[in-house]
C-alpha cells in the first residue's frame, strides 16, 4: 500500500493546465467567502477559516488519494467546534485538529477508507442531494441580504433568514443570485468550456459598483497567515478532548469519502479515488493546519463540485485553489472585498442545480421499496438532522430491511435436505 505521491499523480496535470488553472481560480472565487464565514462561525475567527482553506487546501491536493476533490472548512465541521471552543478555548480546538489528524492517518494505515464503497448507493444518492438541499439552504442570508440565523439546524436559520428578509425585502440581492445562476445553467450547457462562473461573478461585481446596487460584499480580508506556534501542545486536556477528536475524525473521514465518491461520479470516465490515501492526505493536513491557527479541515463537497464542473482534470486545480487564495490575500484583498456575496451564492445555487438528478433519484427509488425507504431516509435525515446521523440512520436502515428481506425469502423458499435430493 503506497500512500505518498508519485509522478503518475501529476500525468494528468500536464494534459491541460490551463484548464486546470481556471477551475481552481473558479473554486478560490467560490471558497474565499465561505472559508471566512466558516472560520467566524466556528468561533475562531475569519483568518482561522482562510488559513485553513490554503494550508489544508495544499497539503490534501498533493497528498490526497482524489484528483479532483478540494479540501477546507466545512459547515458540518463547525456544529463539532463550537461546543469545543466554548469548553476549551482556542488551544482546545487546535488540539482536536492535531488528534484527529493522527487518528486520520493512523486510519488509513488500517485501510479503513475501503469500507466506505460498502455503502448503499441509495444511501449515497440521498445523502448527495441532502447536501445539494444544505448548500442551497445556507444561501439564503446571501439571497435575502440578511445577517445568518443563529439557528444550529440548517432549515430552521434558513426559515428565519426568509422571514427576516421578506420583512425587510430587498430585490438586488434576490435578482443578481438568481440572474447568476440561471447565466451558469443556460451558458455553461451551451459552452461547458468557458468558465461562466468566473465571467458571471465578475459581471456582477461590476454591475454592483456601476450601479450602486444595495448588496453586501465580501468585506476586509484578513491581513496576516502565519506560523501561530506550538503553544497548544502544553495543553492538559489531552484525554477530555480524545471524544471530539474522534468525533472530528470520524467527520473528517465520511465527508472527505463520500465527496471524493461524488466526484467520481459527477465525472464520470471511470475516474475512482484511492480512499485510504485520502484519509492520509486529510491526516496530514488536519496535522499541519493548527499550528497556523487553523480549524480542522475535510473535504468540501461544494468546492469540490465546482471543481468538476467548472471541468479539472488533476491535483493542479485544488492546488492552484489553495495558492490562488494565498496570492489573493497578498496581493487582491481590496478588489476582493467588492465581491457581492448574493453572487457567489449564485455560482453555489447552480452548483447544487447540477448536483440533483431527478431522473436518476426516481429511477433508483422505483428499483426496490428497499432503496426508495433508504434513500428518503438518508435525504431527510441529512437536512433536518445531521450528516453523521443521516449516514447512521440509511446504514441501520439498510442493514434492517435487507436482513428483513432475506429472512422473507428464506420463509419462502425453505432450503433442500441434500438426502432427500440424492434419495430421489
Do not use: C
Not at 97 to 121: C, D, M, N, Y
Not at 271 to 294: I, M, Y
Not at 335 to 340: R, S
Amino acid at each position: 500500500m503506497n500512500l505518498l505521491p508519485t509522478k503518475a499523480d501529476w500525468l494528468d496535470a500536464k494534459r491541460a493546465p490551463i484548464t486546470d488553472l481556471v477551475a481552481g481560480l473558479t473554486v478560490a472565487i467560490v471558497a474565499l467567502p465561505l472559508a471566512l464565514a466558516f472560520g467566524i462561525a466556528s468561533g475562531m475567527g475569519a483568518e482561522a477559516g482562510l488559513t485553513t482553506a490554503i494550508i489544508a487546501g495544499a497539503i490534501a491536493a498533493v497528498f490526497g488519494g482524489s484528483r479532483l476533490q478540494v479540501s477546507g472548512p466545512t459547515g458540518a465541521m463547525t456544529v463539532v467546534l463550537v461546543p469545543i471552543v466554548h469548553q476549551f478555548g482556542i488551544s482546545g480546538v487546535l488540539l482536536v485538529g492535531l488528534l484527529a489528524g493522527l487518528i486520520l492517518i493512523i486510519a488509513s494505515f488500517a485501510k479503513i477508507g475501503e469500507h466506505v464503497h460498502r455503502l448503499p448507493t441509495s444511501l449515497i444518492e440521498g445523502f448527495t442531494a441532502g447536501i445539494a438541499v444544505v448548500i442551497s439552504l445556507q444561501q439564503l442570508p446571501f439571497i435575502m441580504g440578511v445577517s445568518p440565523s443563529d439557528s444550529e439546524k440548517v432549515w430552521a436559520g434558513a426559515f428565519e433568514n426568509l422571514v427576516s428578509g421578506l420583512a425587510d425585502f430587498n430585490p438586488a440581492p434576490v435578482a443578481m443570485a438568481f440572474a447568476v445562476m440561471v447565466g451558469i445553467l443556460v451558458f455553461s450547457a451551451r459552452w461547458p468550456r468557458i468558465p461562466f462562473s468566473l465571467l458571471a461573478v465578475a459581471t456582477a461585481a461590476a454591475a454592483a459598483y456601476l450601479f450602486g446596487l444595495e448588496v453586501e460584499t465580501i468585506g476586509e480580508l484578513p491581513a496576516r497567515i502565519g506560523l501561530l506556534g506550538f503553544d497548544f501542545l502544553n495543553s492538559k486536556n489531552y484525554l477530555a478532548l480524545l471524544p471530539s477528536a474522534f468525533a472530528v475524525a470520524a467527520l473528517a473521514a465520511l465527508e472527505s469519502l463520500l465527496s471524493a465518491k461524488v466526484a467520481d461520479k459527477m465525472h464520470g470516465n471511470n475516474e475512482k479515488h484511492d480512499s485510504n490515501r485520502e484519509l492520509f492526505g486529510q491526516g496530514l493536513a488536519n496535522l499541519a493546519v493548527p499550528f497556523f491557527g487553523g480549524v480542522p479541515a475535510t473535504a468540501a463537497l461544494a468546492r469540490t463540485a465546482v471543481n468538476v464542473k467548472s471541468h479539472a482534470q488533476s491535483k493542479l486545480a485544488a492546488l492552484s485553489h489553495a495558492i490562488i487564495l494565498a496570492l489573493v490575500v497578498l496581493l487582491f484583498a481590496p478588489w476582493v472585498a467588492k465581491i457581492p456575496l448574493a453572487a457567489l451564492a449564485g455560482v453555489l445555487l447552480a452548483t447544487t442545480a447540477r448536483m440533483i438528478k431527478p431522473r436518476e433519484l426516481v429511477q433508483l427509488a422505483q428499483e426496490t421499496r428497499l432503496d426508495a425507504m433508504v434513500l428518503v431516509a438518508t435525504f431527510l435525515a441529512t437536512i433536518f438532522i445531521d450528516l453523521i446521523s443521516a449516514v447512521i440512520i440509511g446504514l441501520v436502515l439498510a442493514l434492517a430491511l435487507r436482513k428483513t428481506r432475506l429472512a422473507k425469502i428464506d420463509r419462502r423458499y425453505p432450503p433442500v435436505d441434500a438426502n432427500e435430493t440424492l434419495g430421489d
